[in-house]
C-alpha cells in the first residue's frame, strides 16, 4: 500500500483473489475496521473486527493465534480452506455466533472456541469428535453433512440421548451420508423451535417417529434415503417436502392434513405405486413424480364427488399412463408433462404443426364440475 496510506478510520477491507503480500510497513491501529474480506491474504489485529472472511483461502493451513484478540468477532467464514489442518487451541471468543468450515476436509480437530456459537457448519469436514456439541449454549443451525457425527451416538450414547440432551432452541438441523442411522428417535420432538431438518443420503434409515406434530417445520427433506418406505408423518405445518429417491410406496389418504404443503418432489421414487386422490384437496401444490418408473394407478376410493371445485394443482408425471386414469373417476390436472413427442391418440382434440396453443370447447355444463386439461 502506499506509504502516506492512514487506515486509522478503515470500516471494511475487501480483498479477494488478491496478490498483495504486505498491507503496510510498521503497526497501524485498526480500531474502526469493522469488515475484512480476504480470500488469498492474512491478517491483521484489529479489536473491533466483526466479521472475517477468509473462504476459499486454498493454501491457508492454519489459522494463527493472534485471533484470540478479535474479541468482538462475530461471523467468522472459513469454507472451502481445503488446505487448513489447524484451529487455535485455548483461545475464547465471547462474541463469536457464526462459524462455517464448510468443505474444510483435512479440519480433524475442532477446539473450544465459543460456547456461544448458534451457527455452526462443518459439512463435509474430517472432525471426528462433537462432544463439543453439548457445550453449545443455545445452539439455532447446525450443519453436519457427511461428516463422522455417527461416532457421536455409535460410541458414547445413544442417538436418543444426544437429542434430549441439545437445546430445544434449534431450529435447523442437516445430516447426510449417515450409514449407521437407522431409525430417527422421537426424541426429536423435542426440538420445538425446529423449522428445516434435512436428513440426506442415508441408505439404511427405514423408521421415522410417529405421533409427533413438530409444529413449526416447514422444509423437511429425506432425499436420497433409498430404504425408507413410509410417508412421513411428523408435522402439519410442512410447506417443502422432499422424498426424491427413497423407497416410498404409497402417498397416503391422509396427505391432505398438510394444508400448508406447497411443493412435493418424489422424483425417482422407484417404488411409488399408488397416489391418493386426497392430494387434490392442497390448493396451489406443485409435485414432481418424475422417474417414478411404478406408478400407474392410483387410489381413487377417498374422492368425494365434489373435490374438484378451485383446485390448482401442478404435476411433472413422465411415467404416468394417463390413458389409464382417463378411465377412472374425473380429475383434474393444471399441468401433466408427459414423455413422447406425439399427443396420445386417446385425446379427442389435437393438433399439428408448430403452434403451442390448442382451442378446446368446453362442456355444456357447470364449470364447477370436473374436466381434464393437457398443457404440453
Not at 83 to 110: E, F, T, V
Not at 226 to 234: A, H, I, K, W
Not at 287 to 301: I, K
Request: hydrophobic share 40%; net charge neutral; aromatic share 10%.
Amino acid at each position: 500500500m502506499p506509504t502516506n496510506f492512514r487506515p486509522e478510520n478503515l470500516v471494511k477491507l475487501q480483498m479477494q483473489n488478491s496478490k498483495l503480500q504486505k498491507l503496510w510497513e510498521g503497526v497501524h491501529s485498526l480500531a474502526g475496521l469493522m469488515v475484512m474480506v480476504m480470500f488469498s491474504v492474512m491478517f491483521s489485529m484489529a479489536t473491533n473486527l466483526q466479521e472475517l472472511d477468509l473462504s476459499y483461502c486454498s493454501s491457508l493451513v492454519e489459522l494463527t493465534s493472534s485471533i484470540q484478540h478479535l474479541n468482538k468477532l462475530k461471523w467468522l467464514y472459513m469454507s472451502y480452506c481445503k488446505s487448513l489442518k489447524i484451529l487455535p487451541a485455548g483461545m475464547y471468543l465471547q462474541s463469536l455466533d457464526h462459524l462455517n468450515l464448510r468443505r474444510c476436509s483435512r479440519l480433524k480437530i475442532l477446539p473450544d472456541i465459543s460456547t456461544n456459537i448458534s451457527t455452526l457448519i462443518l459439512d463435509e469436514t474430517a472432525i471426528d469428535d462433537f462432544s463439543f456439541i453439548f457445550r453449545l449454549k443455545k445452539p439455532i443451525n447446525l450443519g453436519f453433512c457427511k461428516t463422522k457425527i455417527e461416532k457421536l451416538w455409535a460410541i458414547e450414547q445413544p442417538l436418543t440421548s444426544i437429542m434430549t440432551m441439545l437445546s430445544p432452541t434449534l431450529k435447523r438441523l442437516y445430516l447426510s451420508n449417515i450409514p449407521s442411522l437407522v431409525e430417527l428417535p422421537s426424541s426429536i420432538q423435542n426440538f420445538h423451535n425446529l423449522d428445516i431438518l434435512n436428513i440426506t443420503e442415508c441408505i439404511n434409515l427405514k423408521t421415522l417417529p410417529t405421533g409427533i406434530n413438530l409444529q413449526y417445520l416447514r422444509d423437511l427433506d429425506f432425499t436420497g434415503c433409498s430404504r425408507l418406505r413410509t410417508f412421513p408423518d411428523m408435522s402439519s405445518s410442512i410447506i417443502q417436502l422432499y422424498v426424491a429417491q427413497t423407497g416410498i410406496v404409497e402417498v397416503p389418504f391422509w396427505i391432505n392434513k398438510f394444508s400448508k404443503l406447497k411443493y412435493l418432489n418424489m422424483k425417482s421414487c422407484s417404488n411409488l405405486e399408488r397416489v391418493s386422490l386426497n392430494i387434490y384437496k392442497l390448493n396451489e401444490l406443485s409435485v414432481d413424480f418424475s422417474d417414478c418408473g411404478a406408478l400407474t394407478e392410483a387410489s381413487w376410493t377417498d374422492c368425494p364427488d365434489n373435490l374438484f371445485s378451485e383446485v390448482s394443482t401442478h404435476f411433472i408425471c413422465l411415467n404416468l399412463d394417463p390413458e389409464a386414469l382417463l378411465h377412472q373417476r374425473p380429475f383434474v390436472f393444471e399441468q401433466l408433462i408427459m414423455s413422447g413427442e406425439q399427443v396420445p391418440s386417446y385425446f379427442t382434440h389435437r393438433t399439428t404443426g408448430t403452434s403451442s396453443s390448442l382451442t378446446i370447447p368446453l362442456p355444456s355444463t357447470s364449470l364447477s364440475q370436473p374436466f381434464f386439461r393437457h398443457i404440453s
